[in-house]
């Protein structure tokens, strides 16, 4: 059974750059099958998807927040990651990296991480 | 503010069959693309409950069923139990092919 994991600093300051790795366990993140993707959610609020990759590269973002992220993927260490650049309290959430199958519908998520934005 | 809209709360009690509601637009839900409901326990990352608008994923139990039309989307909730105290969130489509979520309905038992 796939299980995923988010990990990385649980505080950044502003104007810095959020970054996390989602390391993927019991399947191989080359599994053509799947995309890998990064949902977020304020705190006390609904969800918010970030963008998600695919192992070849392929990659589609929220327009939102396109000019600010960048997700790639790491095949030797079955990992995948989520770099978003000048941070502001406003990036304060809980991050979730997730499974999605080839329609789009996420299936596996991990339990998430809470990121805050403070100086 | 989200794209899709879902109602802050409903309530019910035990026993009672429930209806939550999602409206999009014609640019969502109106143009067709399916519909995905998630259910959020308290403290847990959300787990897929209905996806296709339609279908359950293997384990979900029968109760819970979706529909749609038009730009609306619903989750009914029938033989209402205490566990199924949770957020529900929809999430669709736009036309860049963005996901888009609901702001999520709580689901109280009472």
């Known amino acids: 059974q796939v299980q995923l994991q988010e990990s990385g600093p649980g505080l950044v300051k502003p104007s810095q750059t959020l970054s996390l790795i989602c390391t993927v366990s019991g399947g191989s993140i080359t599994s053509g099958a799947y995309y890998w993707s990064w949902i977020r959610q304020h705190p006390g609020k609904g969800l918010e998807w970030i963008g998600y990759i695919h192992y070849s590269g392929n990659t589609n973002y929220n327009p939102s927040l396109k000019s600010r992220v960048i997700i790639s993927v790491d095949t030797s260490k079955n990992l995948f990651s989520l770099d978003l650049s000048s941070v502001t309290a406003a990036d304060t959430a809980v991050y979730y990296c997730a499974r999605d199958r080839q329609d789009s519908v996420t299936v596996t998520w991990g339990q998430g991480t809470l990121v805050t934005v403070s100086s | 503010q989200s794209v899709l809209t879902q109602p802050p709360s409903v309530s019910g009690a035990p026993g009672q069959r429930v209806i939550l509601s999602c409206t999009g637009s014609s640019s969502n839900l109106g143009t067709g693309y399916d519909v995905q409901w998630y259910q959020q326990l308290p403290g847990t990352a959300p787990k897929l409950l209905i996806f296709?608008?339609?279908n359950r994923p293997s384990g979900v139990p029968d109760r819970f069923s979706g529909s749609r039309s038009g730009t609306s989307a619903s989750l009914a909730i029938a033989g209402l139990q205490a566990e199924d105290e949770a957020d529900y969130y929809c999430q669709s489509y736009d036309s860049s092919l963005t996901r888009v979520f609901g702001g999520g309905t709580k689901l109280t038992v009472l």
């Open positions: 296709a608008n339609n």
